[in-house]
């Protein structure tokens, strides 16, 4: 990733506790989406055979272990505040994208059990 991201003007590496992405959504549109087929593929033969997945968006591509989802995290969360009878007055959850979707979907529902709130 670092090396296309030295190619690639616009474009940087974040490395995080439980992924690392390669960021192109500052690089010209057609040179980032040129390379990220190059990057998924490469990346992707790396990873056969491991507990690793890529994802990739707009403007980004990012590679995690499997399992590891943000709507794992928010259930994780509810079944320990239920655990602890806790009432809460909310949640507030912020999303960027269209991977934030399926958080709103659970908090929703969950909200319609009245369960929490």
Known sequence: ME??????DG???VERQS???F?????ETEHGTMFI???YNLIQKIIT???TEINYGSGYLE??????????LIELLLETISRNSKI?????YLGNDSSAEPVYEILKSKKADDKFF
């Open 49 to 51: 055979g491991t507990n």
């Open 63 to 72: 590679v995690k272990p499997q399992g590891i989802k943000k709507e794992n």
């Open 88 to 92: 809460i007055d909310f949640i507030f």
């Open 3 to 8: 090396a296309y991201s030295d190619n690639i």
């Open 23 to 27: 960021n192109y959504k500052n690089a």
């Open 19 to 21: 992924c690392i992405e």
């Open 11 to 13: 474009s940087f590496v």
């Open 37 to 39: 087929h190059d990057i």
